[in-house]
């Protein structure tokens, strides 16, 4: 069966420092990671996915996760963050039905 | 743009009542979605549909729920004799079957608040 554990329920740090979020997953099949971010009363939108290919994959606003096999983990990273980055980040892995099977997220406070 | 849209955003309603959750994926998506997600918590699976087959339902899923997409558009789910443990917001998200290893579209979700 596929899990996630993302290992911090809350990151503060501040603005312009780097970040990273843990994911560790577990899975039996093939593995397609991604990753979500949730503002404030919005829905969940795809950062970015891993589904084959490079082991490090970018997002259009800065951030990357790699993908690593052998610590079945797919940190995500942002080298600068800004106070616009306040959010709750989910990691989730792709489930034998083709549903995502989620963490329990991560809250990054980005402080000024 | 026709993005996955829910309806009601929010529902506020008495313990026993019955309350219904509408979802209208993107329209080429033949697979369809609804997690549920309470504080502290990530997004748990639900139940999917695939055109208008319901082919897997969570533990989660108690006897009070129930999901239906009549016509493989639309779908809608159902919670009767509400409790407040049901208090939490229900996503739906959709996708499309020939694409196994993409991504699931959210909605902004329905908040249910039991009281």
């Known amino acids: 069966a596929q899990s996630v554990t993302q290992l911090d329920s809350q990151v503060p740090v501040f603005e312009e420092a780097p970040v990273e979020l843990r994911c560790n997953y577990s899975?039996?099949?093939?593995?397609?990671l991604f990753w979500y971010v949730q503002y404030p009363n919005q829905g969940l939108q795809l950062l970015l996915k891993?589904?084959?290919?490079?082991?490090l994959v970018e997002s259009i606003n800065g951030f990357e996760a790699e993908f690593n096999k052998s610590q079945t983990s797919f940190h995500l990273r942002k080298p600068s963050v800004h106070i616009s980055d306040t959010a709750e980040y989910f990691c989730?892995?792709?489930?034998?039905?083709?549903?995502?099977?989620f963490g329990k997220g991560t809250k990054l406070s980005v402080k000024p | 743009d026709t993005g996955v849209s829910q309806d009601p955003r929010h529902k506020i309603t008495k313990r026993g009542q019955n309350v219904t959750f509408r979802c209208d994926p993107i329209?080429?998506?033949?697979?369809l979605y609804w997690y549920r997600q309470t504080l502290g918590q990530g997004p748990e699976f639900l139940t999917y549909?695939?055109?208008?087959?319901?082919?897997?339902k969570s533990r989660l899923l108690s006897d009070r729920f129930s999901a239906e997409r009549p016509k493989g558009s639309f779908s809608t789910l159902e919670i009767q004799r509400t409790e407040q443990g049901d208090s939490a917001m229900y996503l739906c998200?959709?996708?499309?079957?020939?694409?196994?290893?993409?991504?699931?579209?959210f909605g902004e979700g329905s908040r249910l608040t039991v009281l």
């Open positions: 329209s080429e998506h033949n697979r």
């Open positions: 998200a959709s996708s499309w079957l020939n694409r196994p290893a993409g991504e699931l579209f």
């Open positions: 899975s039996s099949v093939s593995v397609y």
């Open positions: 989730a892995v792709k489930g034998s039905q083709g549903n995502l099977i």
């Open positions: 891993y589904l084959s290919g490079s082991t």
């Open positions: 549909f695939q055109n208008e087959a319901q082919l897997e």
